[in-house]
């Protein structure tokens, strides 16, 4: 199946910065998702980008499906950024199974 | 909208005793469902997949007698962790797609178990 790779694991950000997280596939991208997972537990979905450009307020994100990567821009970060971001795609291989990667724990301090 | 809602959200139990999770989507059909188990600061682990009406598929190693899914209708499927033991203690996630399960997923706020 897809294996999924996020980078960076761990991001420390001073209230305010922007940061960009990667996640790059191993084959090729189908129904990508960006999720937030809240300090509660809760996914949270973000962007559902099979490919191209969209925004949401602060954040944005970006997949280059020919080039099997997506990224995820967050500007002017907050507290409440914090928390664990997952991106997923399809594995078309596995039954539509959505194959995560293993998250980018972003702490954002005041 | 794609509002998915998950009850209880908490459970603790005794060893041996059968615990049901419920999975609704509130706003759309899901023709599809899907169960993960989530570790500490681990991934999210598809457990089974699940259609409306038809026999849930499980993942390799996930035993279906013990973690029972039943989806009878397209709004709510459940999960029941039978004769649970300490180490079936876990974060439990649903999540929904409408479209045969090809569009993106939903997922709910999660159920944490504790068993005694």
């Known amino acids: 199946g897809i294996q999924v790779e996020q980078s960076p694991p761990d991001l420390i950000l001073q209230e305010g910065a922007n940061s960009t997280l990667r996640c790059n596939f191993s084959d090729s991208v189908n129904n990508l998702q960006w999720f937030h997972q809240n300090p509660w537990g809760q996914l949270i979905n973000l962007f559902y980008?099979?490919?191209g450009t969209k925004q949401n307020g602060r954040l944005s994100a970006t997949t280059v499906a020919t080039e099997r990567y997506s990224l995820l821009y967050i500007s002017s970060s907050q507290t409440t950024d914090s928390g664990v971001y997952f991106c997923a795609s399809r594995d078309l291989n596995g039954n539509n199974r959505l194959a995560f990667g293993k998250g980018n724990q972003v702490v954002v301090i005041p | 909208g794609a509002v998915v809602s998950q009850h209880p959200s908490r459970v603790i139990c005794k060893s041996g005793t059968s615990v049901k999770i419920e999975c609704r989507s509130l706003?759309?059909?899901?023709?599809?469902m899907f169960w993960y188990r989530q570790f500490p600061k681990q991934s999210l682990m598809l457990m089974a997949t699940s259609n409306e009406g038809s026999k849930a598929t499980y993942e390799q190693g996930v035993e279906k007698d013990k973690f029972l899914i039943n989806h009878a209708s397209l709004t709510l499927s459940t999960l029941t962790v039978t004769s649970a033991h300490p180490e079936d203690s876990s974060f439990y996630i649903c999540s929904a797609a409408s479209g045969g399960g090809t569009g993106p997923q939903y997922f709910g706020p999660g159920t944490r178990l504790t068993v005694l």
């Open positions: 706003d759309f059909q899901a023709t599809t």
């Open positions: 980008i099979p490919s």
